[in-house]
């Protein structure tokens, strides 16, 4: 403000301007420092300062002063440090450019060479674990495949009119083509068709291993015995006085969503897509849990 709004403001206020001569005013400063409240001000402003030179320090060199060490020797001492590691790595460096500019092409070529050989061992050993870790993967798998289809025919009853030489060949067979066309995938195990694609039902779900196997084996199968908890019996199929086709089947317990409808209506010798499958489908579906 100007000096007449200064003196306007010292005759109309009410004490909260006041008029110091320069020796006045000087005289105030000196013993204001001298008060409890300004030193601590004071105090911590330089503390303030003092944290934020910790913090930056340490956010540089990773390093921060001891508990009871004086940030500015602190930090005089770890700058000491520092030129001196700087100092010993320019002696180093010289020494090194010394030793190359002395043997010239030669010694970088040595060097070049040693590089080129531990680099290549490196490589030659990873290329080996990794050779051996997916092979150790793939054998997990195989085993986890051969151990689904030694299950999956271990439970069917076959023909007895087949040798049982037969029976074996057929089932080792089978056992080895769908253990080729199997594959893992999201920890399942799936079976591709001649295409390269998941073999799946009619809801679009890949096929269990026990269908495919029975599927394989279909022939020999003596469809008048159940694999463990399917209760398979041969339909009946007839037509009633509307001649719409009805069929009948003795459901097990063990069907409970429509994926296991599916294979047991299949298992049972219904055809998918005909008549008589989308008759039996149609009539047990409600007894069904639907999957989606």
Do not use: C
């Not at 403000?1 to 010292?10: C, G, P």
């Not at 290329?127 to 054998?139: C, I, S, T």
């Not at 084996?217 to 199929?237: C, F």
């Amino acid at each position: 403000m100007t000096k007449d709004e200064a003196l306007q403001k010292v005759t109309d206020g009410d004490g909260d301007f006041q008029v110091f001569t320069a020796d006045e005013h000087k005289e105030f400063l000196n013993n204001l420092k001298d008060t409890d409240i300004f030193r601590q001000q004071i105090d911590g402003r330089v503390s303030e300062m003092h944290r934020q030179y910790d913090d930056d320090f340490f956010e540089v060199t990773g390093k921060r002063r001891g508990q009871d060490e004086k940030t500015y020797d602190f930090i005089k001492r770890e700058f000491s440090n520092i030129k001196k590691t700087a100092a010993d790595l320019a002696e180093k460096n010289q020494s090194l450019q010394k030793a190359i500019d002395g043997k010239g092409d030669e010694a970088y070529e040595q060097l070049k060479k040693e590089h080129d050989t531990v680099l290549q061992k490196h490589q030659d050993a990873m290329k080996e674990w990794q050779g051996k870790f997916e092979a150790k993967e793939k054998e997990q798998v195989m085993t986890r495949i051969k151990g689904q289809l030694e299950s999956s025919t271990s439970k069917l009853k076959f023909l007895a009119t087949v040798p049982q030489e037969a029976v074996n060949g057929l089932v080792e067979i089978t056992k080895s083509k769908l253990s080729a066309s199997a594959k893992m995938i999201e920890n399942t195990v799936v079976y591709l068709d001649g295409n390269g694609d998941v073999r799946l039902d009619d809801m679009m779900r890949p096929l269990t291993t026990d269908f495919v196997v029975a599927e394989e084996l279909k022939s020999i199968i003596d469809t008048g015995r159940i694999q463990t908890g399917v209760d398979i019996k041969e339909p009946k199929v007839e037509k009633d006085a509307d001649g719409k086709i009805v069929v009948h089947l003795s459901l097990p317990d063990s069907v409970k969503t429509n994926v296991d409808l599916t294979e047991f209506l299949l298992k049972s010798g219904l055809k998918r897509g005909t008549a008589e499958y989308m008759a039996a489908y149609e009539k047990y579906r409600d007894k069904v849990k639907l999957i989606t």
